[in-house]
T-cell receptor, first 113, second 115 residues
Framework: DGGITQSPKYLFRKEGQNVTLSCEQN?????MYWYRQDPGQGLRLIYY???????QKGDIAEGYSVSREKKESFPLTVTSAQKNPTAFYLC????????????FGSGTRLTVV | QKEVEQDPGPLSVPEGAIVSLNCTYS??????FMWYRQYSRKGPELLMY????GNKEDGRFTAQVDKSSKYISLFIRDSQPSDSATYLC???????????????FGQGTILTVHP
């Protein structure tokens, strides 16, 4: 079955650590997105990529970094510069052919300990 | 002011009730409108997708878009306990616009349907 796989499901980070969240899709979608979800704030866009080797900052990119070396993969690194990283992180993808609906992964819950 | 406003609720209704969920928006470039359903600790799943103004029906769900008022709605008829979830509206602009391909989400409305 085609879909988006996010791992791990739960992640704990110590203060000052960088952590990387994995996102892999086998849908042959061109565009991929990272969102952060906090209670009462909906989904906020962190980074997105329309094609391989290219990505753009979203609305809340500070303290995060991404790479897009392969079409299937779009990992997100939460750096120590992100002061409030505890949140639910969602990866999504969509075809670039005019269909604007996203397919989402099941999310990663990141907690700072 | 946020580009998309959605009442977060929470909304609690009895089984069988008609549910109305709404969003307003300020960006007149938005042309594609979606509703997502999100169960607890899961990723959102696409429920309804509408282009421009008008109505779209799919089973118990009806999506309405009024671009002149910048207002979209989702109606759920004969609501069931399995409809209990967070409902997110989302929208995007057309090709060539700065919001092309990027979805802007509302805050989400938490819905509980009790037996």
């Amino acid at each position: 079955d085609g879909g988006i796989t996010q791992s791990p499901k739960y992640l704990f980070r110590k203060e000052g650590q960088n952590v990387t969240l994995s996102c892999e899709q086998n849908l042959n979608h061109d565009a991929m997105y990272w969102y952060r979800q906090d209670p009462g704030q909906g989904l906020r866009l962190i980074y997105y990529s329309q094609i391989v080797n290219d990505f753009q900052k979203g609305d809340i990119a500070e303290g995060y970094s991404v790479s897009r070396e392969k079409k299937e993969s779009f990992p997100l690194t939460v750096t120590s510069a992100q002061k409030n990283p505890t949140a639910f992180y969602l990866c999504a993808s969509r075809t670039g052919q005019g269909n604007y609906g996203y397919t989402f992964g099941s999310g990663t819950r990141l907690t700072v300990v | 002011q946020k580009e998309v406003e959605q009442d977060p609720g929470p909304l609690s209704v009895p089984e069988g009730a008609i549910v109305s969920l709404n969003c307003t928006y300020s960006n007149s470039a938005f042309q594609y409108f979606m509703w997502y359903r999100q169960y607890s600790r899961k990723g959102p799943e696409l429920l309804m997708y509408t282009y421009s103004s008008g109505n779209k029906e799919d089973g118990r769900f009806t999506a309405q878009v009024d671009k002149s008022s910048k207002y979209i709605s989702l109606f759920i008829r004969d609501s069931q306990p399995s409809d209990s979830a967070t409902y997110l509206c989302a929208m995007s602009g057309g090709a060539g616009g700065t919001s092309y391909g990027k979805l802007t989400f509302g805050q989400g409305t938490i819905l509980t349907v009790h037996p």
